[in-house]
């Protein structure tokens, strides 16, 4: 197949839509549903990410991609008890698979973004992986194969017309890329990254110990940075983005929106939160807003006369200020990348009231020292990588 129509473009007033190729056949095959022109772009952005993180770890690897940015990125380390309670997938009776683990921790992490999102594999997506997909809100699915009973889970799903890709795992894209704007084509080549054992090795702070676990969590900042829309910044914990802020034009207010999404990942686990005694009848969405309300500024949203009665069992107590800065205060040894250089060190302080320890960034700003500074007042541990990441 060389070229696919679509129904329409980024919206329905874009007609007509297509994807094809000037040179050979499509990498893909739709094995159900019927993909659009966004559901494309985010499933070969996020293809591309799944893969290169499965090539820099070894390990398998998922990512929950929303408006052509990832809203989670994981690779398939096995879930505590704790991370599978506030993923919402303790219940399940099934043996997750490194797969399935992936993507668990990708769309957990920041479940209001995830929520309708289109899911990349980086491996076959099995039996135990298709049944977290179905009982997600979510648009489709990219990945190099499925299993028969994954397959006949999926097509199953949104009446049968969730969006199924099968990917050629040895496709390889032309070295030069192009695109039109405005009738203008652009070209450059792939921005290709290959992160190795010495990426990290340009340590510029007093603090030079960079342990392995988080040479793997920079890692994967620095890939999903490679996917997500500028200006970009990722935290990074224990395998898995927790918190992925995109689009910013200011690199300060990108710090604090993902420092913002690291800090509620952190205050799930919180007593406060773990216990929330919802009603039985509340679904699992429901209780994503309202645990987000609860932890934010608008939490009387939730616990006012006459609205808590709607969620819960009985009234929760406020989670005050102060309890949840006790509580961020607990969360330790997160790693934070820069889709480009700092140019002050209030990202740095910003970083630090969520947990990071280890920055990685590709330097190259006026003002480093000052940067530098700031991390060696926390001991932190900061590598320049020399290369910038942006992505439009």
């Known amino acids: 197949m060389k070229e696919l129509e679509l129904k329409y473009g980024c919206n329905p007033n874009q007609k007509p839509s297509r994807i094809y190729m000037e040179n050979g056949k499509l990498p893909i095959k739709v094995l159900n549903g019927k993909p659009g022109y966004i559901n494309f772009l985010d499933a070969f952005n996020g293809w591309q990410l799944v893969k290169e993180l499965k090539k820099a770890t070894g390990l398998p690897a998922a990512t929950s991609f929303k408006h052509v940015s990832p809203a989670g990125a994981a690779v398939g380390l096995p879930l505590s008890e704790v991370e599978r309670k506030i993923y919402w ?76 890709i099968e990917i050629d795992p040895d496709y390889i894209p032309d070295p030069i890329e192009r695109k039109q704007v405005f009738g203008v084509t652009f070209e450059q080549g792939r921005n290709e990254l290959n992160i190795d054992e010495h990426f990290f090795d340009n340590i510029v702070t007093e603090n030079k110990e960079l342990p392995e676990s988080a040479k793997r969590d920079l890692a994967i900042s620095m890939i ?134 280890y920055v990685a960034q590709p330097g190259g700003s006026i003002r480093d020292d000052h940067v530098i500074e700031t991390c060696n007042k926390y001991g932190m541990v900061m590598s320049f990588t020399g290369i910038r990441l942006f992505h439009h």
């Not at 952190?266 to 807003?289: M, Y």
């Not at 009234?315 to 969360?331: G, H, I, Q, S």
Request: net charge negative.
């Open 89 to 164: 997938v303790d219940d399940m009776d099934v043996e997750f698979t490194p797969i399935a683990n992936a993507y668990a921790r990708a769309r957990g992490a920041d479940r209001m973004s995830s929520f309708g999102d289109f899911i990349s594999l980086s491996d076959v997506c099995d039996k135990a992986t298709a049944l977290l997909i179905k009982r997600e809100v979510s648009d489709g699915v990219i990945a190099p194969g499925y299993d028969d009973d994954a397959l006949e889970i999926l097509k199953a799903k949104k009446n049968g017309n969730y969006n199924v």
């Open 224 to 357: 999903t940075l490679k996917y997500t829309q500028s200006n970009s910044v990722c935290y990074v914990k224990d395998g898995q983005a927790i918190g992925i802020g995109a689009g910013q034009q200011s690199r300060i207010h990108c710090t604090r929106l993902a420092g913002s999404k690291a800090d509620n990942w952190w205050l799930r686990q919180s007593p406060q939160v773990l216990n929330l005694p919802f009603l039985d009848k509340i679904r699992r969405a429901d209780r994503d807003n309202a645990i987000d309300l609860y932890i934010g500024e608008d939490y009387m949203d939730v616990l006012a006369d006459g609205e808590w009665e709607k969620i819960f069992k009985t009234r929760p107590a406020v989670f005050t200020a102060e309890e949840k800065r006790a509580w961020l205060d607990k969360n330790t040894g997160v790693s934070l990348g820069s889709d480009a250089f700092f140019p002050f060190g209030d990202n740095i302080e910003r970083a630090h009231r969520s947990g990071v320890q």
